[in-house]
């Protein structure tokens, strides 16, 4: 059955990763803003895949070092890089096995920024600005590996402390859209 959240329940496992994320971030008294960057991944399950996911796995996090920014080289823009295997007891996840509630992700991945701006370069998030070609080059490395294409990839991303006064406001059309840079 599908869950009511839609898109195959996604939101259910995005939703205990955020709640995560939060609780640490309380835990961290984060007295500046922070931008939380949180990628999932599920992976296809021939042999060829499943023998590579560990080099993936350090290709991604090789990004926290090479990733610099435009003005400054000596500035790495991702503050903070880290990963691990879906371990959720509720049977609500993805797993290599498929199990019939197939709805989450095998890895996620949590990246902190200072600003948007430096997310957007790491991203590429506009490639007729300037951005970073190692992220653009990870993508193409992974994204054939990704169950159903770039299905097998969720992505969110928020700020914390968050502006309450910003939290009802409408998301503007341009940034609900999907990206097409995958």
């Known amino acids: ?5 839609g898109l195959n329940g996604r939101f259910h496992a995005m939703a205990n ?5 939060l609780w640490t971030s309380c835990l961290l008294s984060l007295s500046t803003s922070t931008i939380f960057h949180v990628v999932s991944f599920r992976f296809q399950t021939d042999d060829e895949t499943r023998a590579l996911i560990s080099s993936f796995l350090k290709a991604y996090q090789h990004l926290a ?3 610099v920014a435009p003005d400054n080289p000596q500035r790495k823009l991702i503050t ?3 990963y691990g295997q879906q371990r959720s007891t509720e049977q609500m996840s993805f797993d290599p096995k498929r199990t019939p509630l197939d709805r989450s992700t095998e890895y996620s991945f949590i ?3 200072d600003s948007f701006e430096d997310r ?4 590429a998030v506009d490639i007729t ?3 970073s070609v190692d992220h653009l080059e990870f993508k193409k490395l992974v994204g054939p590996y990704l169950d159903g294409g770039y299905d097998g990839c969720f992505i969110t991303d928020f700020e914390w402390p968050a502006d309450v006064a910003q939290v009802d406001q409408e998301v503007p059309v341009a940034a609900a859209q999907p990206l097409v840079h995958w």
């Open 120 to 123: 957007d370069y790491y991203a």
């Open 1 to 5: 059955t599908q869950s009511t959240w």
């Open 111 to 113: 990246l902190t920024f």
């Open 17 to 21: 990763v955020l709640m995560l994320l």
């Open 80 to 82: 903070s890089f880290k």
């Open 129 to 131: 600005k300037p951005h």
């Open 65 to 67: 070092d090479v990733v």
